[in-house]
């Protein structure tokens, strides 16, 4: 896939309210056979989390779900479900009847990774962050939401979420998809912690020692 210009797809001019987006979301979901399941450029616990929640529900209702990744998952998230059948590429061959693209705020973070639109087919991105800039053929943003990867509670009726996506689309959450969530969003919670830590202690100033004889 050499032809960048063909992988392009632009911001949404406005962005359609989530429950709306969602429910168009699910009806493409209900029809689909074949589902490619992908994220941002090395992705993080929360994006890993949710491929891999999606991945087990779709397969749970029959379907085939593909997790695609050009960068290598890092191996910190390699004990979640389904995990290690991630492929980094995709043959022109391939055909899907959609693909999800989950926590990504930006189409560029994607690189020049996405398929042409003749294998992807409808774009649908599933997306939390505030400072985002939902893209796609359906664009699921919801800022109000912890993270893409976070199961819906008991009895909710806001399923604006990677499980609640597929489990609105078909079946319930499964408790191997809802660990697969939980366990991507802790992962990358720690991440983060990890992240500020560092940077905490870059703007710490540094003491060292006086060379003043005394």
């Avoid at 056979?33 to 989390?49: A, I, K, W």
């Avoid at 087919?121 to 993270?147: E, K, Y």
């Amino acid at each position: 896939m050499s032809d960048y210009r063909r992988r392009i797809t632009e911001p949404v001019a406005a962005v359609t309210p989530v429950d709306e987006a969602l429910a168009t979301a699910c009806d493409h979901l209900r029809r689909a056979e074949r589902v490619l399941l992908t994220s941002h450029r090395r992705p993080d616990g929360d994006g890993t989390g949710s491929m891999a929640a999606l991945a087990s529900l779709l397969r749970a209702q029959g379907k085939t779900a593909v997790i695609y990744s050009v960068d290598a998952i890092a191996r910190r998230y390699k004990w979640l479900p389904l995990v290690n059948t991630t492929v980094n590429t995709i043959s022109f061959d391939e055909r899907f009847d959609c693909t999800i693209v989950v926590d990504c705020a930006d189409v560029s973070l994607l690189g020049d990774t996405l398929p042409p639109p003749e294998v992807r087919g409808p774009l649908i991105t599933l997306d939390h962050h505030a400072s985002g800039h939902p893209f796609g053929d359906i664009a699921v943003w919801d800022p109000a939401a912890a993270a893409v990867g976070r199961p819906p509670r008991a009895g909710s009726p806001r399923v604006r979420s990677a499980c609640g996506l597929a489990a609105a689309a078909g079946r319930p959450s499964r408790p191997r998809a809802t660990s697969a969530a939980r366990g991507g969003v802790v992962t990358a919670r720690g991440d983060e912690g990890r992240e500020r830590n560092q940077e905490n202690r870059r703007a710490e100033p540094v003491h060292r020692a006086s060379s003043t004889p005394r």
